[in-house]
């Protein structure tokens, strides 16, 4: 191929068979779908039907990078997953950082493809000169912490590995995909994990040195240098780490609060990034090409890994398996996050769904005969480590919960609906969609489900502002005018920083459009103008909206579960998010069609009609 930053082709791997290729990747499909996600979702339209299982072995599993992974620009280490959902039953899209992203593309490649399923557990092994399916067996049954130090043991410390835990191994529909194991660097969202323990796949272990080419790197080395000190002073945004907004968004009504029932939470603060660092907290984490730092390492708590530096709850973490839960023990959440990352489980659906399970313990739908004998009282730090250890290895009530809490509460029965937060199946992150306006038209119209990352808007309204977004600054938080064409103008943004695959946290160093759009310039040798870029990402939004259109999915999945649409008790904001009007006027921005599917006319406009 004629455009710089890509290595050229994609690696298929059929484990049924045990064989491998490699694919040719064209200029054409590289500059429409960019890398990432945009890439990944054009090769799972491809090669899937709404009929394919997710956890069948005809069901692509696809790793992808995008042509900035593996320069020395800032924040571009990371990678996407993207699959059908075990979870959802529709489009799953997962995202990290760590090490692994910039490791695999040396090895030559822009994506990874696995198909099929091995009839007993495997690793793949990738160092640029060879593809190698090797037994894994030893490995099976081994967290994640443990695997990885097996791996580096027999291929080196210099290898990188992304891998399953015991819950990918047990098909928990909430498994994730873990790098970096002690640090917990998580491809977490729509358990992608369980697809990778479906085809007995336990890790992808890859050692690569080739050299990503450049169009321009005199340019690169230039912006480099003129961008290097904000994006330095962006890192003192993330002094605290993601948690140190915990007290704002306690203050707001935005994190979650008892199953999202509660309103003002004061023990917040104990659960703050301020007081990880006053306690627990031992050094920040970075991942490759990192400027930032907003991973926190702190001191295991008990266990095995007693004393062990490990990676500390992020925001999200907290959030949902802290106050979601009503547990305000700092030092119990880092362990809960430790279990996550041990067993390879999502901390946000997880904590999700023992929130879930502790109302119904309050509301009397479940009791120890379901939970082996455990209490699921509200702050119940033990409680919480409890039930992630029956998620994890699928047993008593974690049978039920490791499904999402959309089919647990179906298994449970009774007035559970009302209480099963979701959007298309997916369990929230921990913020509120009665905080702010777009949140909630974001929440409900990202195409994976319930996503703050989709349009990461909560930080960009009445908070912080980009210059060259195109839209004015959005000053009050509950007002509706504007926010659609944020929302929408945010989405292409955000699909375009997952399908370079460069972290999100890049925009608060001044890594914004019109940088970004020199960057892929410099390196491609595109001439992208700005209209491009955002052409691009609207491009690749609409293309994972088809994928769920095909689904089976429209309007009447792009909505917010009942308890976002009632007030909180004990006090809080009284807004309540006009979804409807939200829907219709987005629909019209977007020119789709009055249930949510995007026209032929605007298909053909962004060259993908016939998909």
């Known amino acids: 191929m004629k455009a710089k930053g890509y290595m050229g082709g994609v690696l298929w791997v059929d484990l049924t068979h045990g064989t491998s290729e490699v694919r040719p990747l064209d200029d054409g499909t590289a500059e429409k779908y960019i890398g990432g996600s945009g890439l990944g979702t054009r090769i799972l339209c491809d090669e899937t039907t709404p009929a394919t299982d997710p956890l069948g072995p005809e069901n692509p599993l696809i790793f992808s990078v995008g042509p900035l992974v593996g320069t020395r620009i800032f924040n571009s280490n990371r990678y996407s997953v993207v699959s059908k959902s075990p979870l959802t039953g529709h489009y799953g899209e997962a995202n990290s950082g760590g090490h692994w992203g910039g490791a695999f593309k040396k090895c030559g490649y822009d994506a990874l493809v696995v198909t099929g399923a091995s009839a007993k557990p495997v690793l793949l092994f990738l160092d640029g000169k060879r593809v190698s399916i090797e037994e894994a067996g030893e490995l099976w049954g081994k967290d994640t912490f443990q695997t990885e130090a097996n791996l580096k043991k027999r291929y080196g410390e210099e290898v990188q590995a992304a891998l399953i835990g015991q819950a990918g191994e047990n098909l928990v529909r909430l498994a994730n995909v873990i790098t970096d194991a002690a640090h917990g660097r998580a491809a977490g969202r729509c358990g992608l994990g369980a697809v990778m323990g479906s085809k007995k796949l336990k890790a992808i272990v890859v050692k690569g040195d080739r050299e990503v080419p450049l169009a321009h790197p005199e340019k690169i080395k230039e912006l480099i240098k003129r961008l290097g000190p904000t994006m330095r002073e962006g890192a003192n945004f993330l002094q605290y780490g993601t948690s140190g907004g915990v007290d704002y968004c306690e203050d707001i009504g935005n994190i979650p609060v008892k199953n999202w029932h509660q309103g003002p939470w004061k023990p917040a603060s104990k659960i703050s990034g301020q007081e990880m660092s006053k306690t627990i907290l031992t050094r920040r984490y970075y991942c490759g090409q990192c400027t930032l730092g907003c991973g926190r390492v702190v001191k295991a708590v008990g266990g095995p890994y007693d004393g062990m530096e490990i990676g500390g709850p992020e925001y999200e973490t907290v959030g949902l398996l802290g106050s979601n839960c009503l547990v305000d023990d700092l030092p119990g959440i880092a362990k809960s996050n430790e279990l996550c990352n041990r067993f390879g489980l999502d901390t946000i659906s997880t904590g999700g769904v023992i929130g879930f399970a502790m109302e119904a313990w309050e509301r009397g739908l479940v ?52 209480f099963a937060l979701h959007v298309k199946g997916l369990e929230p992150p921990a913020h509120d969609p009665r905080a702010k306006v777009t949140v909630a038209l974001g929440f409900a119209t990202a195409n994976r489900g319930a996503c703050h990352l989709a349009a990461f808007t909560h930080d960009f309204e009445e908070a912080l502002f980009l210059q060259d977004l195109g839209l004015p600054q959005l000053t009050d938080r509950f007002a509706i005018d504007g926010k659609v064409e944020n929302v929408v103008r945010m989405q292409h943004l955000m699909g375009m920083l997952d399908a370079l695959t460069v972290c999100k946290f890049c925009v608060f160093g001044g890594l ?72 219709s006027r987005y629909y019209q921005q977007r020119g789709w069609d009055e249930f949510g599917v995007p026209t032929a006319a605007k298909l053909a406009e962004l060259g993908i009609a016939g998909s």
Request: charged share 25%; with cysteine.
């Open 367 to 418: 009791g120890r005969e379901d939970t082996a004998g455990v209490e699921l009282v509200w702050g119940s730090v033990s409680a919480v480590h409890a039930m992630i250890e029956q998620i994890a290895f699928f047993r008593d009530l974690g049978k039920v919960l490791g499904q999402g809490v959309r089919r647990a509460a179906e298994v449970i029965g009774g007035s559970a609906g009302e």
């Open 512 to 583: 914004t459009i019109q940088p970004l759009v020199e960057v892929i310039n410099y390196v491609t040798g595109w001439s992208m103008d700005t209209d491009g870029f955002f052409r691009a990402g609207e491009r690749i939004f609409n293309l994972k909206r088809m994928f769920i259109n095909h689904c089976g999915l429209s309007r009447k999945d792009d909505m917010l579960s009942a308890r976002w649409l009632t007030h909180r008790r004990g006090g809080g904001t009284n807004f309540l998010p006009p979804i409807g009007e939200l829907l």
